[in-house]
């Protein structure tokens, strides 16, 4: 499948206005027999797929990418080839009847991978050209709650990348981390890495999905892997490791030891907030080399008495008085 970066469709600003300033023209009546459509998966392909619906005054039976699809006995799909300057009109199109935030919600569907997604993202938007006014806000509609339903999937999971991501330094200076998203999230947490590891170059790469994230210290790009035998192409071997990488890990490790109470331990809500499936890739979640030992600094108190002094200030204060 093609992947891009293109900055139009990864906008997350606020909402604005122009969905209510540009006039909203009636959508085209889709009065020839319907068709089956079929595009090369991208999200540019299934905007040009939008395109040919009404171009085609056909509403679509099925929209599924090249491939994977499953037309009637006698009727071939309909190839949509992928055409840039028409996926933009439709892009910016759509904020004439929605506003922007709704507009990226759309997009975060096709990024949720879920079955049926395309015939979603188009019930939605020929619902919106309709209706003639805002429909994000219509939970009475089963497809305005599904849409709403995956956006708050996607900013969850969106949000468990962007704290749980690990690196790991190899010898050329480079931090790579793995990752298993359950949706493709990486264009999306994208800008984060970007703006918050701009002096360092990285790789994220997704491990599901076989392709990953470069930031070369001047701007982020997709890449594809290729698949091979025998060795997996994520698996870092310890001769590429920066020589300090271990030693990092091990800090790591121990600060992660030493804030934990042991006390106020909750294996359930611990797993509700860092989900169980993400912890082959924490560094604090891997066996230790050596047994915890807590630092035993803590002064002794006498039972409803001041404060003691730590062993060994007590011993240097006898020397003293000694000498």
Same mark, same amino acid.
């Given at each position: 499948m093609p992947r891009s970066l293109p900055s139009r469709h990864r906008s997350t600003a606020a909402p604005s206005a122009v969905g209510s300033a540009l006039p909203r023209p009636a959508a085209p009546a889709l009065t020839n027999p319907p068709l089956d459509y079929s595009y090369d998966g991208s999200f540019e392909g299934l905007?040009?797929?939008? *395109?040919?619906?009404?171009?085609?005054?056909?509403? =679509?039976?099925?929209?599924? =990418? %090249?491939?994977?699809?499953?037309g009637g006995l006698f009727a071939q799909p309909v190839t949509v080839e992928t055409h840039e300057p028409t996926a933009t009109?439709?892009? !910016?199109?759509?904020?004439?009847?929605?506003?922007?935030? $709704?507009? %990226? &919600?759309?997009? /975060?569907? *096709?990024?949720?991978?879920?079955?049926?997604?395309?015939?979603?993202?188009? &019930?939605? $938007? !020929?619902?919106?050209m309709r209706a003639g006014r805002d429909i994000s806000e219509n939970y009475a509609d089963e497809t305005v709650? &599904?849409?709403?339903?995956? $956006?708050?999937?996607?900013? &969850?999971?969106? /949000?468990?990348?962007?704290? *749980?991501?690990?690196?790991?330094?190899?010898? !050329?200076?480079?931090f790579h981390a793995t990752i298993e998203p359950d949706f493709d999230v990486l264009p999306l947490i994208a800008p984060h890495f970007t703006r918050r590891y701009a002096d360092q170059r990285w790789l994220i790469f997704d491990q599901r999905r076989r392709y990953g994230l470069y930031y070369d210290l001047t701007r982020t790009d997709v890449v594809q892997f290729e698949a091979s035998s025998g060795q997996r192409s994520t698996d870092i071997s310890a001769t590429v490791l920066d020589e300090r990488e271990p030693l990092f890990q091990l800090l790591w490790q121990a600060y992660f030891d030493h804030v934990n109470i042991p006390e106020r331990r909750n294996l359930k809500l611990h797993r509700r907030h860092m989900p169980l499936r993400y912890w082959k890739y924490l560094s604090e979640k891997q066996p230790r080399e050596q047994r915890f030992e807590p630092i035993r600094n803590k002064r002794p108190v006498q039972p409803g008495g001041p404060l003691l002094p730590p062993p060994d200030a007590a011993g240097a204060g006898s020397e003293a008085g000694n000498g």
């Open positions: 905007l040009s797929v939008l *395109f040919a619906v009404y171009d085609r005054k056909a509403a =679509p039976n099925s929209i599924q =990418p %090249t491939g994977s699809t499953q009109r439709v892009w !910016d199109g759509l904020l004439r009847h929605m506003d922007q935030e $709704a507009r %990226t &919600r759309l997009f /975060h569907t *096709f990024l949720s991978e879920q079955p049926e997604r395309e015939m979603l993202i188009f &019930r939605y $938007a !020929d619902l919106a709650r &599904r849409i709403a339903r995956i $956006a708050q999937q996607m900013y &969850r999971e969106k /949000h468990r990348m962007e704290a *749980f991501v690990r690196f790991e330094k190899t010898a !050329d200076g480079l």
